[in-house]
């Protein structure tokens, strides 16, 4: 079985660049989520998604993040304009239709903004 | 207060030597779930297992095996026969409540096995 798909799996951009990651969830599975994983912060959650509608943005860092999930196989996060400090490994997760029930993650998106 | 704490920062022992890892976790509710996640140097985000407030037996899968200890508010994780490919990050987690997906991370605990 096909695990959480990420896209690209490294991205290095410019300062004020558009910057958009892409994820794919498991099939079946009705959550999803983004996180962020820096050396000082640790794994921070962004925003969760549940039948694609998102429920909890409150760990999206400031309006130059954005985040859809237009179908049930498809979500992307952008980053406008990008600035050096976003530079992190972005996951996302997904899990079946229950809260507590185990997040799977993808490979990770490595960003670097110069 | 932290929440789950991960007191080794790094270990590092010698190939075929079993190791611990500790996970001390700190909640009020009688319905949590704990997690272990493995991120080798590739970078992925491995999930190795997930147990429930209420399921106190230990697990055993392969050379991995977990204790839990709600006495001590444990959820330990022992590799034996350590190999080289277990060289990676480990990561406990909690999940707090009947129906809440976020997850609290410990800070991690770095595993070097040498050959």
């Known amino acids: 079985d096909a695990g959480v798909i990420q896209s690209p799996r490294h991205e290095v951009t410019e300062m004020g660049q558009e910057v958009t990651l892409r994820c794919k969830p498991i099939s079946g599975h009705n959550s999803l989520f983004w996180y962020r994983q820096t050396m000082m912060r640790g794994l921070e959650l962004l925003i969760y998604?549940?039948?694609?509608?998102?429920?909890?943005d409150s760990g999206m860092p400031e309006d130059r993040f954005s985040a859809k999930m237009p179908n049930a196989s498809f979500s992307t996060l952008k980053i406008q304009p990008s600035e050096p400090r976003d530079s992190a490994v972005y996951f996302c997760?997904?899990?079946?239709?229950?809260?507590?029930?185990?997040?799977?993650f993808g490979p990770g998106t490595r960003l670097t903004v110069l | 207060a932290q929440k789950v704490t991960q007191a080794q920062t790094e270990i590092s022992v010698v190939e075929k030597e079993d190791v611990t890892l500790d996970c001390v976790y700190e909640t009020r509710d009688t319905t949590y779930y704990l997690f272990w996640y493995k991120q080798p140097p590739s970078g992925e985000l491995v999930f190795l297992i997930r147990r429930n407030s209420f399921d106190e037996q230990n697990e055993i899968s392969g050379r991995y095996s977990w204790n839990f200890q709600k006495s001590t508010s444990s959820f330990n994780f022992t590799i034996t026969a350590s190999q080289v490919v277990d060289s990676a990050v480990y990561f406990c987690?909690?999940?707090?409540?009947?129906?809440?997906?976020?997850?609290?991370w410990g800070a991690g605990t770095k595993l070097i096995i040498k050959p």
């Open positions: 998604f549940n039948n694609n509608v998102p429920i909890d």
């Open positions: 997760a997904s899990s079946s239709d229950r809260y507590t029930d185990t997040q799977y």
């Open positions: 987690a909690l999940s707090e409540g009947d129906s809440n997906y976020q997850l609290i």
